[in-house]
Nanobody, 117 residues
């Protein structure tokens, strides 16, 4: 059974840091390009960070230099280190494969990140 379980979200002050984790079932992280996505109410879910099977990483312009995506294939876990957080980073964050979801239409529960003073 496929599972994506995100965690690590919290309320944080502007300029603060968080590390998100996504535990997956099986070898999803090892055999797929994987991404972190975020969504705010009323808007589409956007890709913010991508790690290719071979390890190359890509970032949305809005997070470049502040966010770092990584993975631990032995732990079947995807990470997102977020530094210098800004109010506009407030969103629910999800992990999934890229460019298509690991199962059509399937998303985990996500983890809420709120950046506020």
């Amino acid at each position: 059974q496929v599972r994506l379980v995100e965690s690590g979200g919290a309320l944080v002050l502007p300029g603060g840091s968080l590390r998100l984790s996504c535990v997956t079932s099986g070898s999803i992280v090892r055999v797929n390009d994987m991404g972190w996505y975020r969504q705010v109410p009323g808007k589409q879910r956007d890709l913010v960070a991508l790690i290719r099977i071979k390890g190359h990483t890509h970032y949305a312009d809005s997070v470049q230099g502040r966010f770092t995506i990584s993975r631990d294939t032995a732990k079947n876990t995807l990470y997102l280190q977020m530094n210098d957080l800004k109010r506009e980073d407030t969103a629910v964050y999800y992990c999934n494969s890229y460019p298509r979801t690991i199962i059509r239409g399937y998303w985990g529960q996500g983890t809420q990140v709120t950046v506020s003073s």
